[in-house]
Structures are given as C-alpha cells and as structure tokens.
C-alpha cells in the first residue's frame, strides 16, 4: 500500500518560512517524480512544484526564488522549503506522486500566513 505522510506547515507571519516533508511508503522512492500542489479556500487546487528522480526541479512562477523543492533518498521524504511567505501562499498543501498508473496524495497539511 502507497502512502505518503505529510508534516510540518502551521502559521506564520508574512516574510516568515515554513518547511513541509512528506515521507512516501510502498513505492521505489528514488525513481519517483514527486510533486507539491496546494489548495486555497474557494479555489481549485494548483501545481506548487516538483523534483525528478535525478534531482529536477520545476516551480509555479508564483513561488520562483521563494520555495525550494528537494528530496532525501535515504529517508523516501520529500521536502518543500518555504521562505518570505506571502498571505496568498496560504492554502491546503498536498505532497503527491504517480506510481504504477496511479495518484497518490498525501493527507494536507494546512499553511496559513498573516499579513
């Protein structure tokens, strides 16, 4: 069975910084892409980033230079750095990845940031 086990995020003012992790089970974790998407309230839920097995990064362009994706093989945890946050960066955040034809998402976890 696929699970992945989110912690971290909580509140904090604007220009703070919040780290997520997210700790997958039941797949070959060093050769998945692993994915961060967040939902805000009334919204539809959006792609934050995600890394590649060898290590690729790709971001939404509302979080370039602000959130760092990255991933610990050793310990099948992927993270997501989150520095000078924003009131619009709060939101639901969900880890995510696709193995064997399906999708997997991690419980949320909820970021709230204070103007």
């Known amino acids: 069975q696929v699970r992945l086990v989110q912690s971290g995020g909580g509140s904090v003012q604007a220009g703070g910084s919040l780290r997520l992790s997210c700790a997958a089970t039941?797949?070959?974790?060093?050769?998945?892409?692993m994915k961060w998407f967040r939902q805000a309230p009334g919204k539809e839920r959006e792609w934050v980033a995600n890394?590649?097995?060898?290590?690729?990064?790709d971001y939404t362009d509302s979080v370039k230079g602000r959130f760092t994706i990255s991933r610990l093989n050793a310990r099948n945890t992927v993270y997501l750095q989150m520095n000078n946050l924003k009131p619009e960066d709060t939101a639901v955040y969900y880890c995510?990845?696709?193995?064997?034809?399906?999708?997997?998402w991690g419980q949320g976890t909820q970021v709230t940031v204070s103007s």
């Open positions: 039941g797949i070959n974790f060093k050769i998945a892409t």
């Open positions: 890394i590649t097995s060898a290590g690729t990064t």
């Open positions: 995510n990845t696709r193995w064997r034809q399906v999708t997997w």
